[in-house]
C-alpha cells in the first residue's frame, strides 16, 4: 500500500512537471508548426540566471519571478531574432519546398540549443550545481508516520495546478486566448478578423518559455543543475505532447501526466532502468492505439 | 470609392490577374463575374492582402491599400469573406463572431455588443446555436457565420468570395437577398464574386466580368443580364 501511494503521489509530482514542458512544446507547435528542441535549453538558462541570482544574496522568489521573465524574453526572441525572419524569407529557393520550411526551423532550434549550452558552459563553466527548493524536501508527517509525499511534492503540484488554472482561464476567457486558438487553428481568417497572427505567435513563444522556465526551476532541485540536465526533459515531455495528441493543449498536460505516472509505477514496482524501455514502449503502445493522440482530432482534408 | 488599376497578380510568373481596372461604387453592389480561373478569387485576395501584387495599385477613397498588411486592411474597414463558408470549425460560432470584433473591442467595446447583437438579429439561427461548434453548422449556415464574422468589424467595404458555392438554390438566393438588403439600409459597398451570374446580376448595380485575368466586360448589371452573347462567349451559357 505504501509503495502504491509513494508511486502515486512522486508520480503527480513528475507528472506535473512533464506536463509544463509538453504544454511548452504544443503551444509553439500548434501557433508556428515548430518543435521546438531548444526549449529546455531555453530553461536551463534561465534557471541558470536564477541560481546566479541567488548566489548574489538574491531571494528565492525574486528569482524565481526573475527567471520566469527571462523565459518568455528568451521565448518571444527566439522568435522574433530567428524564426519569423527565417520561415518568412520571400523568394527563397531552399524555402519554396514545404518540406525545408518546416525543417529548417526545426534544425534552427538545435542551433539554438547548441549555442545556449555553449554559452551556459562559457559564463557558469558548466559546473554541476545544486538548485534550492523553497521548501523542505522532507517527507511529510502526520504524527510519527512519514506520509509518502514531501513538501516539495506538494509545493510542484501547487504550482503546477496554479499554472494550468491561469492557463486555462487565459486560454477560455479572454480575447488574447480566443485570438490564440484562432490563429493555430486557422491563420487565414484569424488574420481577415483583423488580428496580428504574428504578435499573436511570439506572445505562444513567450507562454511556450515561461513553462518550460518553470519546468526548470521545479525539477532542478531534485536533479541538480548542469548545461544538459534539462535535456531528458525534452524527451520526455515530447513524448507526452506526443501521446496527449501535438495540437491539444489539455491533450499535452494529460500525456505529461499519465507518463509521470508510467514512470514512477516502473520506478517503484520494477526498476529505474527500465524506465526508457517504459517510455518506449507506452509511446508505441499509444501511438498503436490512438495515432492521433489522446485528445487530438485527425486531420480532416477538404477536396 | 474602390479604385484598381492595372492590377496584376503572378503566381510563379503566371498572371492570374493581367492588369485589372475598374472602380467599385461606394453604396452599391458590384459583382464580378467569370468562368472558373478567371481571376476572381486572386482579385479578392489581392484586395484583402493575402497576395501581393506585383503591379498596379488598390485605393479605398483616399487611402493607399496596396502594399498594406492584411490585419491593417480590415482595420481600415475593408472586410473579406473568404471562399467556401471560411468559419473557425473547432471554435463555438459566438467565438467566431466575438474573433471579427477582437481587434476593436478595446476602442469600442459599447459598439461590439451593438454589433454582435445585430448580427444575431440578422440571423436568429445563429443565436439559437451560438454555443455550439461552428463546425456542426449546416453549410448555409456556416456561410451566415462567416458573414457575421466580418459585419462585426462593421466593415465598410465587404469583399464576398462565392457565398453561393455548394448552397441549395433557396438557402443561397437567402443569402444574397441578405447581403443586398443590408447594402441598401446601410450603405455598405458590396463586392460580390460569383460563379452563378444570374442570382448575382439579379441584386448587383454593375457587373465586371472577368476571363483569362482580364476585365472583358464592365457594364450596369441590368445591361449585362440581357447581353445574351457576351454570357455565351465567356460563361458558356
Known amino acids: 500500500m505504501n509503495s502504491f501511494l509513494t508511486a502515486l503521489f512522486s508520480g503527480t509530482a513528475q507528472g506535473a512537471i512533464y506536463a509544463l514542458v509538453s504544454l511548452g512544446l504544443v503551444l509553439v507547435w500548434r501557433g508556428a508548426g515548430i518543435v521546438n528542441f531548444a526549449q529546455m535549453g531555453q530553461a536551463m538558462f534561465t534557471t541558470y540566471i536564477a541560481s546566479q541570482l541567488i548566489q548574489h544574496n538574491y531571494s528565492y522568489w525574486s528569482a524565481f519571478v526573475i527567471a520566469l521573465v527571462s523565459g518568455a524574453v528568451l521565448g518571444a526572441l527566439v522568435d522574433l531574432g530567428l524564426m519569423r525572419?527565417?520561415?518568412?524569407?520571400?523568394n527563397s529557393q531552399l524555402l519554396n519546398s514545404q518540406s525545408m520550411r518546416t525543417t529548417i526551423p526545426v534544425i534552427a532550434?538545435?542551433?539554438?540549443?547548441?549555442v545556449l549550452k555553449a554559452l551556459a558552459g562559457i559564463l557558469w563553466a558548466?559546473?554541476?550545481?545544486?538548485?534550492?527548493?523553497?521548501?523542505?524536501?522532507?517527507?511529510i508527517k502526520i504524527g510519527s508516520t512519514n506520509l509518502a509525499i514531501t513538501g516539495f511534492d506538494l509545493f510542484v503540484i501547487g504550482v503546477v495546478f496554479?499554472?494550468?488554472?491561469?492557463?486555462?482561464?487565459?486560454?477560455?476567457?479572454?480575447?488574447?486566448?480566443l485570438a490564440m486558438r484562432a490563429s493555430a487553428l486557422n491563420p487565414e481568417v484569424t488574420r481577415l478578423s483583423g488580428i496580428k497572427v504574428g504578435s499573436v505567435r511570439t506572445l505562444g513563444w513567450a507562454i511556450s518559455g515561461t513553462a518550460s522556465s518553470l519546468a526548470g526551476l521545479l525539477v532542478t532541485p531534485r536533479t541538480n543543475l548542469s548545461p544538459n540536465t534539462l535535456d531528458l526533459l525534452l524527451i520526455i515531455g515530447f513524448t507526452a505532447a506526443v501521446v496527449g495528441g501535438l495540437s491539444s493543449l489539455a491533450g499535452s498536460v494529460l500525456g505529461g501526466f499519465i507518463l509521470g505516472y508510467v514512470i514512477s509505477f516502473v520506478n517503484v514496482y520494477s526498476a529505474p532502468e527500465n524506465v526508457f524501455i517504459a517510455i518506449l514502449a507506452f509511446l508505441l503502445l499509444a501511438l498503436f492505439i490512438r495515432p492521433q493522440g489522446i485528445l487530438g482530432s485527425k486531420e480532416v482534408r477538404n477536396v | 470609392m474602390l479604385e484598381i488599376t492595372d492590377l496584376v497578380t503572378e503566381f510563379d510568373s503566371v498572371k492570374a490577374l493581367n492588369g485589372i481596372t475598374f472602380q467599385a461604387k461606394p453604396g452599391l453592389i458590384t459583382t464580378v463575374i467569370g468562368a472558373n480561373g478567371a481571376g476572381k478569387s486572386t482579385l479578392l485576395r489581392t484586395i484583402s492582402g493575402l497576395e501581393r501584387p506585383t503591379t498596379g495599385s488598390i485605393k479605398w477613397f483616399d487611402q493607399e491599400l496596396t502594399h498594406k498588411s492584411v490585419e491593417a486592411i480590415v482595420r481600415s474597414g475593408i472586410a473579406q469573406v473568404p471562399e467556401g463558408h471560411a468559419v473557425i470549425s473547432q471554435l463555438s460560432v459566438a467565438e467566431?463572431?466575438?474573433l471579427g470584433g477582437l481587434f476593436r473591442r478595446r476602442i469600442a467595446r459599447g459598439d461590439l455588443a451593438i454589433a454582435t447583437r445585430e448580427v444575431y438579429e440578422l440571423f436568429p439561427i445563429l443565436y439559437e446555436r451560438r454555443n455550439e461548434p461552428a463546425g456542426s453548422l449546416s453549410g448555409g449556415e456556416r456561410q451566415m457565420l462567416a458573414?457575421?464574422?466580418?459585419l462585426v468589424s462593421r466593415p465598410k467595404l465587404l469583399l464576398l468570395d462565392e457565398p453561393s458555392l455548394g448552397l441549395a438554390p433557396l438557402i443561397s438566393a437567402q443569402i444574397i437577398n441578405i447581403v443586398n438588403q443590408l447594402c441598401r439600409s446601410t450603405g455598405l459597398t458590396v463586392l460580390l464574386v460569383e460563379q452563378n451570374a444570374n442570382t448575382a446580376l439579379a441584386v448587383a448595380d454593375h457587373g465586371i466580368l472577368l476571363s483569362l485575368g482580364k476585365v472583358v466586360a464592365d457594364l450596369p448589371a441590368k445591361?449585362?443580364?440581357?447581353?445574351?452573347?457576351l454570357r455565351a462567349a465567356y460563361l458558356g451559357y
Do not use: H, Y
Open chain 1, 162 to 177: 496554479l499554472t494550468l488554472v491561469l492557463t486555462t482561464i487565459f486560454f477560455t476567457k479572454t480575447g488574447m486566448g
Open chain 1, 109 to 114: 532550434s538545435l542551433g539554438i540549443l547548441g
Open chain 2, 223 to 229: 445591361i449585362m443580364i440581357a447581353d445574351s452573347s
Open chain 2, 96 to 98: 467566431n463572431i466575438e
Open chain 2, 147 to 150: 458573414i457575421s464574422r466580418a
Open chain 1, 126 to 139: 558548466g559546473e554541476e550545481r545544486g538548485f534550492p527548493s523553497p521548501v523542505a524536501p522532507n517527507a
Open chain 1, 85 to 90: 525572419p527565417l520561415t518568412s524569407r520571400k
